[in-house]
């Protein structure tokens, strides 16, 4: 079992930046790919950025390239979500997720039901 918990969301204008972290537990944590997604008001949960377990290999949305970067930190089993030039449209809560089976294959997966562990999320809120 992962236990995946989310900190670092909270209110910000637009234009500012947040970095979202996620802490993973779980003896085998550090070989899965881990993604982020984000779920909107009145809207599917969709696939934001992701990352290969080794740490080479990051995967972004369209609506976020250029603008968030993730990258983890394997000995501390952390995930980061860097995220910059924020837009109102990126309010959300944001999940990070676990991807058990992924890393036998190359790039990354989008789905969500690819995606075995999840946080609890975290709320992520861009005023104009």
């Known amino acids: 079992q992962v236990q995946l918990v989310e900190s670092g969301g909270g209110l910000v204008q637009a234009g500012g930046s947040l970095r979202l972290s996620c802490a993973a537990s779980?003896?085998?944590?550090?070989?899965?790919?881990m993604g982020w997604f984000r779920q909107g008001p009145g809207k599917e949960r969709e696939f934001v950025a992701a990352i290969r377990w080794s740490g080479v290999g990051s995967y972004y949305a369209d609506s976020v390239k250029g603008r968030f970067t993730i990258s983890r930190d394997n000995a501390e089993t952390t995930v980061y979500l860097q995220m910059n030039s924020l837009k109102p449209e990126d309010t959300a809560v944001y999940y990070c997720?676990?991807?058990?089976?992924?890393?036998?294959?190359?790039?990354?997966?989008?789905?969500?039901?690819?995606?075995?562990?999840w946080g609890q999320g975290t709320q992520v809120t861009v005023s104009s």
């Open positions: 779980g003896r085998t944590s550090s070989t899965y790919n």
């Open positions: 997720a676990a991807d058990r089976l992924g890393s036998r294959l190359a790039g990354v997966r989008r789905a969500v039901y690819d995606y075995d562990y």
